[in-house]
């Protein structure tokens, strides 16, 4: 009997070793994830505003599997997920690195912190983010937003959209208040 489900007790053993290097996210605390093409700064802003100490690199897909940090504000907690980078295509062409950040955003239902990075540092054109952000918008409209335009010590190629908050992770500019905004948006009054 064994030998005849030898194949899904091998897969079976592989999730469990998959399963054992996501972080636990705790249902009953508030979350927040740090959204994005790849490249434009969300693993160090997730450095900048939590403890979470996720790698920093400057080519894309740096972040290939989520992470958590936390806020401590007003004696709670908020628990801050870094995710992978998404491009903007369809979900057939997206490769398992992006598909693990869709299902945290699908199954957690966080609240959304979306980087955009007009420097153009990050290799990925402002339409190409911007088209990525309406996705998001369209698939989770339910979720509490926040917008952020990152790299902002960097000349810009636009100015922040209106309502976005413009912070720089390397200079701490923009910093306290994104920290503050998310603190907002999640621990209300
Ligand atoms: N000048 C400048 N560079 C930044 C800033 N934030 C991040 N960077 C640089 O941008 C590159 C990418 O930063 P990450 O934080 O790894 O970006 P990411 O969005 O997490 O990237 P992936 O995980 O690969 O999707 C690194 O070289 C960072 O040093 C910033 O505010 N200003
Ligand atoms: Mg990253």
Same mark, same amino acid.
């Given at each position: 009997?064994? #030998?005849? !489900?030898?194949?899904?007790?091998?897969?079976?053993?592989?999730?469990?070793?998959?399963?054992?290097?996501?972080?636990?996210?705790?249902?009953?605390?508030?979350?927040?994830?740090? %959204?994005?093409?790849?490249? !434009?700064?969300?693993?160090?802003?997730?450095?900048?505003?939590?403890?979470?100490?996720?790698?920093?690199?400057?080519?894309?897909?740096?972040?290939?599997?989520?992470?958590?940090?936390?806020?401590? %504000?007003?004696?709670?907690?908020?628990?801050?997920?870094?995710?992978?980078?998404?491009?903007?295509?369809?979900?057939?062409?997206?490769?398992?690195?992006?598909?693990?950040?869709?299902?945290?955003?699908?199954?957690?239902?966080?609240?959304?912190?979306? !980087?955009?990075?007009?420097?153009?540092?990050?290799?990925?054109?402002?339409?190409?983010?911007?088209?990525?952000? %309406?996705?998001? #918008?369209?698939?989770?409209?339910? %979720?509490?937003?926040?917008?952020?335009?990152?790299?902002?010590?960097?000349?810009?190629?636009?100015?922040?959209?209106?309502?976005?908050?413009?912070?720089?992770?390397?200079?701490?500019?923009?910093?306290?208040?994104?920290?503050?905004?998310?603190?907002?948006?999640?621990?209300?009054?």
């Amino acid at each position: 009997m064994v #030998r005849q !489900v030898a194949d899904r007790l091998e897969f079976l053993r592989d999730a469990r070793s998959v399963l054992r290097k996501l972080p636990a996210v705790d249902p009953e605390t508030p979350l927040v994830a740090m %959204a994005g093409a790849p490249n !434009v700064g969300k693993s160090s802003l997730v450095r900048a505003i939590s403890t979470g100490r996720p790698a920093v690199r400057e080519y894309p897909f740096t972040t290939k599997s989520v992470s958590l940090g936390h806020i401590t %504000a007003r004696y709670q907690t908020i628990q801050v997920l870094d995710t992978p980078g998404l491009l903007d295509r369809p979900d057939a062409e997206r490769n398992n690195i992006e598909k693990q950040g869709l299902a945290a955003l699908e199954h957690l239902a966080p609240a959304i912190v979306f !980087v955009t990075d007009a420097s153009g540092t990050s290799g990925y054109p402002l339409e190409v983010q911007q088209a990525l952000r %309406a996705e998001l #918008r369209a698939r989770y409209p339910q %979720a509490p937003w926040l917008e952020v335009h990152g790299k902002f010590d960097l000349e810009q190629e636009a100015p922040p959209g209106e309502g976005a908050l413009a912070v720089s992770a390397t200079e701490g500019t923009g910093v306290d208040e994104l920290k503050q905004a998310v603190i907002a948006m999640l621990l209300p009054g």
